[in-house]
């Protein structure tokens, strides 16, 4: 097999009209991040892989690694918010708190389940560091809403979760590790055949059983936190759904509380999320195309303790739904063609420059025939040079 | 009320999976036509029916084509995808297991590498990984995977277990249960918030149907 034809494994090429729809996408959402005060950073596409691996933050065989002239394992960026960390405890230092930083960036994630997933893909995000208040992950999950709503899309829908109610369960029912471990899969994954059969065999207090199947099943807004409340009295498990009301409160005064819905059954990477997990859901996605919450360890773990949330969205995913609602930014606009004959050349190049000075795009066309005989362009202005007099 | 899309499996599985969907009141009639057609939509539009490879059910749902899908959970188990696995629809039983020549011993290692012929190369993978750590040797085989070990290609099988009689007719015999097996039904994770009120009425008659609504108390 001759591989020069073919792009590698999960790597595409963008033609025109898409490259553009994502620059277009990315100005608007750098404009965006700025006006609520997220600083815009970079790190390199190139780090140390310890930085994704001293913490098991990343499976090791979800990393594009190589190696450095010194031997030293070296990894392609897999996420933003794990480099962020870094940048915060080390070289960003100096920076005064809270921090709110941005990225726009290129992700790079092998061996994902699914042939179809792109191996090389572009995420927004921010971060909100040194605030551990609730009023932090409102304001996140607020940006987050306005971000999808400031794209054109309106039929969304956010779950909330906070994982500390789960964890208070654990810690409650003495959970052995085992089980602690597989259940929120289970619970994510609305596996409810698996978790019948677990529930039976574990021999679980019914209580304990009534409050998972409710985690699964009721998805809503204030009413689910009025029904779960009975359910409990253990005071970690209260804490959390008394956030959940936080955030709820703080997003009905900002008027975004349509959007979001509780599921105490989100349940994904319990290691890495402290508190506050969400999830965004658009039509034509198909998976999560914005992911976020508190994640109050990781800087920690680069040797400065900073609580801190913040959210990523996936820019594929996004393309793709603005696509299906018909929101995809087009570059057919103010384009022209300008046929001209050689003799005409300087004056034609004026005429151009005058013209690009209006943010017109043109396109030149040097032809001895008839200029106009020059066969036409849909949705394209053409513009005919003959004598120089004319213009 | 939005359509929902569904992803049906050609074949047993599809007539069993319509017969339920009829007795939980929804309409399927179109099913009946004698037709090459691939995609269907039913009397009053509310449901919308794709016709795929059992194989690929999965990969319809995760991408979000589908809203749901049936599949069995063999396929489920190989493909390990992102999807909420919510009901057990009961057909389609049979369990994916380890069977050899009658009186094979799995655990005596003194037969180095073990090879395994099956149409499951991640299940067996992550079975004999997780239970024997033991890194086993793959023979991807596509159907009659009995043959493997009866001519030699391979030590044992892991594959689909229903009655037992081919097994029994060829002088093997089942050496470890991998998993029980049947259709279950499964939703894409962004349909199940976004046509909340659709899927889970779907979920809620089809318990019904199944008799599973009393035990969970919904």
Redesign the interface.
């Known amino acids: 097999m001759e591989w020069k034809y073919f792009t590698a494994e999960g790597m595409r090429d963008h033609l025109p009209a898409d490259t553009y729809a994502r620059r277009q996408t990315e100005i608007r959402l750098r404009e965006l991040f700025w006006t609520w005060g997220y600083a815009e950073v970079e790190t390199p596409e190139i780090e140390f892989a310890d930085v994704y691996l001293h913490e098991r933050f990343v499976k090791q065989e979800a990393l594009y690694k190589f190696s450095d002239p010194q031997g030293r394992l070296l990894a392609l960026r897999y996420d933003n918010t794990v480099p962020l960390a870094r940048l915060a405890a080390t070289s960003g230092r100096n920076l005064s708190l809270p921090l709110r930083l941005s990225y726009i960036g290129t992700m790079f994630r092998a061996n994902e389940?699914?042939g179809?997933r792109n191996h090389q893909f572009e995420q927004a995000g921010v971060e909100f560091m040194g605030l551990s208040d609730l009023a932090a992950d409102g304001e996140v999950l607020a940006l987050a809403i306005t971000t999808l709503q400031e794209m054109g899309l309106r039929?969304?829908?956010i779950?909330l979760n906070q994982t500390g109610f789960y964890k208070a369960l654990v810690d409650e029912f003495q959970l052995d590790e085992n089980l602690a471990g597989t259940l929120p899969k289970i619970i994510d994954?609305?596996?409810?055949?698996?978790l019948?059969s677990i529930l039976s065999s574990a021999n679980l207090p019914s209580r304990l059983t009534?409050i998972l199947?409710t985690m699964m099943?009721t998805?809503g807004s204030y009413e689910v936190l009025a029904a779960v409340r009975p359910l409990t009295e253990n005071q970690e498990a209260l804490s959390a759904l008394a956030d959940l009301q936080g955030i709820l409160d703080y997003l009905k005064a900002a008027g975004l509380e349509e959007y979001v819905?509780i599921d105490l059954g989100l349940l994904k990477n319990l290691s890495y999320y402290t508190g506050t997990i969400f999830r965004g859901?658009?039509?034509?996605?198909?998976?999560?195309l914005l992911s976020g919450g508190r994640y109050d360890k990781l800087c920690a773990a680069f040797g400065r303790d900073l609580p801190a949330t913040g959210f990523s969205l996936d820019l594929d995913l996004l393309s793709l739904s603005l696509k299906a609602a018909g929101l995809l930014p087009s570059d057919a606009r103010n384009s022209e063609v300008l046929v001209y004959s050689p003799a005409q050349r300087a004056a034609a190049l004026r005429e151009a420059a005058r013209r690009r000075e209006n943010g017109t795009q043109v396109r030149l066309v040097e032809s001895s025939s008839d200029p106009l005989t020059h066969e036409a362009e849909e949705g394209v202005t053409y513009v005919y040079i003959a004598e120089e007099k004319n213009i | 009320m939005k359509s929902i899309t569904i992803a049906l499996a050609k074949g047993r599985l599809a007539d069993k999976a319509t017969e339920l969907l009829t007795q939980a009141g929804y309409d399927c009639r179109v099913l009946q036509e004698d037709s090459r057609k691939l995609i269907f939509t039913n009397g009053d539009g509310s449901l919308r029916f794709i016709m795929a490879k059992p194989a690929d059910v999965p990969t319809y749902v995760e991408s979000g084509v589908a809203d749901v899908g049936v599949a069995g959970k063999d396929t489920l188990l190989e493909d390990n995808r992102n999807l909420f696995e919510v009901l057990d629809l009961g057909f389609g039983a049979c369990r994916l297991a380890v069977c050899g020549p009658i009186g094979f011993d799995l655990d005596d290692y003194s037969r180095g590498k073990l090879r395994v012929a099956t149409k499951y190369p991640n299940v067996s993978r992550r079975y004999f990984a997780a239970e024997k750590h033991e890194a086993v040797e793959i023979i991807k085989l596509n159907g009659s995977i009995e043959l493997a070990p009866l001519v030699g290609l391979s030590d044992v099988i892991v594959d689909i277990v229903e009655s037992g009689r081919t097994l029994k007719e060829n002088k093997l015999d089942v050496l470890e249960t991998v998993a029980a097996c049947s259709a279950r039904m499964v939703v894409n994770q962004a349909s199940m918030k976004l046509k909340a009120e659709e899927i889970s009425t779907l979920i809620r008659r089809l318990r019904r149907v199944l008799g599973q609504d009393k035990e969970r108390g919904v």
């Not at chain 1, 994954?189 to 698996?194: A, N, P, R, S, T």
């Not at chain 1, 859901?281 to 999560?288: F, I, K, L, N, T």
């Open positions: 389940p699914g179809a039929d969304f829908q779950s994954g609305k596996e409810f055949v698996l019948d009534s199947e099943e998805t819905s859901y658009v039509p034509g996605a198909g998976q999560p």
